[in-house]
Nanobody
């Protein structure tokens, strides 16, 4: 079992930055690939970014490339999402999630554990 708790969301103006954190419980954090997803009102949950268990590989949705950076610190059981050049369309609840090692980083169905989410609101 892995429990995930996100933090770092808030209100920011367009062009600003936020850093989200996701703290994981348990001793096996380094066994999991980690992902960030988001869900805006009335929309489906969508993939944002993912990082392999070792941190050696990262993946991004096209609209986030160059603006968002995912990283992890296995010693701290934490995964991060640095978000720069934020746009109003980035407004959503952001979730972190954990899955077993392997492929399909973009697929929500592959993730076994989810946090409760943190709200990010970008004003124009």
């Amino acid at each position: 079992q892995v429990q995930l708790v996100e933090s770092g969301g808030g209100l920011v103006q367009a062009g600003g930055s936020l850093r989200l954190s996701c703290a994981a419980s348990g001793r096996t954090f380094s066994s999991y690939d980690m992902g960030w997803f988001r869900q805006a009102p009335g929309k489906e949950r969508e993939f944002v970014a993912a990082i392999s268990w070792s941190g050696g590989s990262t993946y991004y949705a096209d609209s986030m490339k160059g603006r968002f950076t995912i990283s992890r610190d296995n010693a701290k059981n934490t995964v991060y999402l640095q978000m720069n050049s934020l746009k109003p369309e980035d407004t959503a609840v952001y979730y972190c999630a954990a899955k077993a090692r392997g492929s399909y980083y973009y697929d929500t169905r592959r993730y076994d554990y989810w946090g409760q989410g943190t709200q990010v609101t970008v004003s124009s």
